[in-house]
């Protein structure tokens, strides 16, 4: 079997049209030397195929493949497919683009003796556990596949190009995701004058839960679920945490100019109490 060039992008890339007649880039090492449109490749030939929804995404891959080293394609794509299968999500193929471009980017900073400090490293560690790991995993892949030896600070760059990927692949909402979370997370312990278990499963539930609400408030959507008698039963059973959460819903309407729906501070009360409850049983056996 043997692909059809339709376009070549370099000696190591080339793209043909699939089954369905979908632009697809096709990468092998010199797979396109000295050919020319309409030759034929080889399918063994070919390392790696990306088939990304028409229109300016795939554009953009293709003159991204045409300038970057196939080595820094192939460990992207290495760590994106590291990250599906780790974290069991599906990302926006803008990471395809973002990751790729960062990498290179991070290398030739790396190579020039540029090294960037991550302000933030702390917080993604923090509120972004399950994408830091994969981004210390990708730090490793880097250094065995390419020899370059990346800081934690590049661990947590990385993290944010897979968080941004699981929001439409807006770099912006990631940030701001963090700083939502940082911001929300402060408030609580002020509140409470407690500090967090950052290992345990309530604190994981609350920060899961602040991102979903980033993104509601990236898209002005609200979490509506009509259940006034289990909001009773919130205020009733757990008043502070609910006078908590409206601080938060203050903050946030004072701040972001978005209202918390009222299914939103119930959810967010609920989450409060659990996470006061486990850090204060948490600081009680450490005292014992």
């Not at 730090?139 to 929001?167: C, M």
Request: charged residues 25%; glycine residues 4%; hydrophobic residues 40%.
């Amino acid at each position: 079997m043997s692909f059809k060039i339709e376009k070549i992008l370099n000696n190591n890339a080339a793209v043909i049209l699939n089954d369905k007649g979908q632009e697809t880039v096709i990468m092998g090492r010199g797979i396109a030397f000295q050919k020319k449109i309409h030759d034929m490749i080889p399918c063994k030939m070919v390392e790696k195929k990306f088939t990304l929804a028409p229109g300016d995404m795939s554009g953009r891959f293709q003159e991204l493949v045409a300038d970057v080293p196939l080595e820094h394609i192939l460990v992207s794509e290495q760590i994106i497919s590291y990250a599906k299968k780790t974290l069991g999500k599906e990302f926006s193929d803008t990471i395809y683009i973002a990751l790729t471009d960062h990498i290179t980017s991070a290398i030739q900073r790396h190579n020039e003796g540029i090294i960037l400090k991550n302000t933030f490293l702390w917080d993604i560690r923090q509120f972004h556990h399950d994408e830091f790991q994969i981004g210390i995993k990708a730090v490793e892949i880097i250094r065995d596949d390419l020899g370059v030896e990346f800081l934690e600070d590049e661990a947590a760059f990385i993290t944010l190009h897979l968080v941004s990927a699981q929001l439409d692949g807006n770099m912006t909402l990631a940030h701001e995701a963090t700083k939502l979370i940082q911001e929300i997370t402060n408030i609580v312990k002020y509140h409470f004058q407690i500090e967090f278990d950052s290992e345990s499963l309530s604190y994981y539930r609350f920060v899961s839960h602040l991102r979903f609400l980033a993104q509601r408030m990236s898209k002005g959507k609200n979490y509506c679920d009509d259940n006034e008698g289990l909001l009773l039963f919130v205020i009733d059973k757990h008043p502070k945490a609910y006078n908590c959460a409206k601080t938060i819903g203050y903050y946030i309407r004072q701040r972001y100019e978005y209202k918390l729906s009222e299914e939103e501070l119930l959810y967010m009360a609920v989450h409060i109490s659990r996470v006061v409850k486990e850090a204060r049983r948490n600081k009680t056996e450490k005292t014992e």
